[in-house]
Structures are given as C-alpha cells and as structure tokens.
C-alpha cells in the first residue's frame, strides 16, 4: 500500500514569488494535515482537510492557503514568498476526524526562497 | 508555539544500551504520540498512547503517560545504531473524543547511538 506522498521534494523559488505544494494521502483517508518544519521553529500546525472542507487552520498568515479535491488529494499554496517561508512542508493523512486516528506523514517538500 | 518540551534535547549512547526521552505538556488531551524523523525527511509513526492508558508496549518500544503530571517518556530497549534519529513527541489536544486535528509538537531529542 503506496504511503503519503507530496511533490515536488525540493522547490526554489524567490521572495515574492508563489509555491504550490502537493499531496496524495494513503489510499481510504480522508483527512490531509500540513506542518511546517523551519529551523529553530519545530513543527507547526498549518492546515487541516476533511471531506474537502477546511476544518481547522494553524496560526499563519492567509498567504498561506490550500484546498482539498474530491479525492481527497490537497494542495497548499504560499502566496507572496517571504525568506522565512523556507522549510521542510510536510503533509500528513488520517483515515477520518477521529481522536483514535494516527497521522501518516509524507517525505516533505522542502522549500528554499532565495 | 510549542506545548510539548523534551528532555534531554540530545542523547549519545552505545549500542546495546537503553534510552529514554521525556515529554511534558500543557492543556488536556486526547492521546499522545510518539513520532521518529530521521536527517530531517519525513515523520515516522512510532506509539500512540490515550488519555485514559498509563503504560503503552510495542516491541523494544514503552510508552508511559501520567495525566497528572502531564507528561509521558519513551523507553527505546537495547537500542541499535539504526535507532539514531530525532524523536518527537505529539499531543492531540481536546477531549472527548473530538479532536481538532493539530498535533502540537515538542522540539524533539536528537538520539546517537554509536556501534
């Protein structure tokens, strides 16, 4: 059974600039998570997708945004890419909504902003 | 912000021997789990231990937790050169059973563990 998956691995791009991150949950989920992992910050809560509808969002700015297709694959977009904005983004799938649900995550896309 | 803090933030042992890693926390929650990253790649799952659990096995790996002092720790037995990584652990705040989806992560203990 293929894991999480996200693409691209690495991404460069500019300050300025916007970044489309993707990711394809385990086969059966229904629910996709996205963390930032920046130096010296840990991981942070992003983002969190359910049944195609935001359920609950992470203490960042709108330029951080994403959206969920119909099957159950997710998108996050970084719009107007500050230096900070580089990290390891890492996306995670669950089977549902659940407390009991463990969170599957995926190899990351790192993105570097020059 | 980061509501889980580990201890010790860095662990050098030899092979053969045992580690273990602290967490604390701060609000209630539904469970907490137990991640593994190794050179900055992708988490991997390790234990999930709930609210209403004190003590958690799978294979070399213990998990305990203690509500009232909020705060769990991993036990990794007979560790192995390959055990070398970050560990995290991670709360999924809430109760009841509802759950909002966030794990909140702590800074991690970067474990070594020499041949």
């Known amino acids: 059974e293929a894991g999480v998956t996200q693409s691209p691995t690495h991404l460069i791009k500019t300050r300025g600039q916007q970044a489309t991150l993707r990711c394809s949950p385990i086969s059966g989920h229904t629910s996709v998570y996205w963390y930032q992992q920046a130096l010296g910050l840990g991981l942070q809560f992003l983002l969190w997708y359910d049944e195609g509808e935001e359920r609950n969002r992470g203490n960042f700015p709108p330029r951080f945004s994403g959206r969920q297709f119909p099957n159950y694959s997710s998108e996050l977009n970084v719009n107007a890419l500050e230096l900070e904005d580089s990290a390891l983004y890492l996306c995670a799938s669950s089977l549902g909504r659940l407390a009991k649900n463990i969170q599957y995550f995926g190899a990351g896309t790192r993105l570097s902003v020059l | 912000s980061q509501q889980g803090e580990e201890d010790p933030q860095a662990l050098s042992i030899q092979e053969g021997e045992n580690a273990t890693m602290n967490c604390s926390y701060k609000?209630?929650?539904?469970?907490l789990q137990w991640y593994r990253q190794n050179s900055g790649r992708g988490l991997v799952h390790l234990i999930l231990i709930r609210s209403n659990e004190r003590e958690k096995h799978s294979g070399r790996l213990r998990v305990t937790l203690d509500t009232s002092k909020k705060s769990s720790s991993l036990l990794i037995t007979a560790s192995r050169a390959a055990d070398t990584a970050s560990y995290f652990c991670a709360t999924d705040e809430g109760a009841g059973g509802t759950s909002y989806g966030k794990l909140t992560f702590g800074q991690g203990t970067i474990l070594t563990v020499h041949p």
């Open positions: 609000t209630s929650i539904n469970n």
